[in-house]
């Protein structure tokens, strides 16, 4: 089957962790709650590119400025939803801190053994925040609008497409909120806004 799911391997006493700048070893393969950190995860996100680091502007557009964007828009799209949702949208992409972003044919080219791996640590990182491991789908959802939708004017942002190029592979997206054009930041400044606005929602939501 085309889409069946295939866990990867992992042989006795082979290391499948990653040791984070925290101090924290993750591992991959079977994280726990307990060794995930939102430091490591801001600083990781602000360091990995979107769009295989194809895009225009001084710094590499990151998923940490992407995972920012998110949140915003979400926030403004339902502005009388429940704040632990905004931290759900804020952390929707966290699993790449530590296996990177891969664009999505790619990721299907892998037979869905990366998908694996990311939902497995998004459940562990949900978990360790206070979310539920698995979302309603009502929620999941509406970030998943909201993340196509950003998809949409990244392509014509910063990664060089044309309109009508972009509208081939993404649905141009209707929302409540105005345009604001995207300019990529640096890691330093976004990994700072990223840990700002997670503690201005933990704080909401407490």
Do not use: C
Request: aromatic share 10%.
């Amino acid at each position: 089957m085309a889409n069946k799911i295939i866990r990867p391997l992992k042989k006795i006493n082979e290391r499948a962790w990653q040791r984070m700048l925290s101090g924290r070893k993750l591992d991959i393969l079977s994280p726990s709650p307990l060794d995930i950190e939102i430091e490591d995860i801001a600083l990781g996100l602000s360091r990995v590119t979107r769009w295989n680091g194809q895009t225009t502007g001084k710094h590499p557009y990151s998923v940490a400025q992407h995972s920012l964007l998110v949140e915003e828009l979400f926030n403004i799209e339902y502005p009388e939803i429940n704040k632990k949702w905004n931290l759900a949208a804020l952390l929707h992409d966290a699993p790449e801190y530590v296996i990177g972003d891969l664009i999505t044919p790619f990721k299907y080219a892998l037979n869905n053994s990366y998908r694996f791996v990311e939902d497995t640590l998004m459940k562990a990182i949900f978990l360790r925040f206070g979310l539920p491991a698995i979302l309603p789908k009502h929620i999941e959802y509406k970030i998943k609008k909201i993340d196509k939708a950003l998809a949409w004017f990244e392509a014509i942002d910063v990664a060089g497409y044309k309109e009508n190029e972009a509208t081939q592979i993404i649905k141009k997206p209707k929302l409540n909120s105005k345009h604001q054009i995207i300019v990529a930041l640096s890691a330093n400044d976004i990994r700072d806004k990223f840990l700002k606005r997670f503690y201005k929602i933990i704080s909401e939501i407490s």
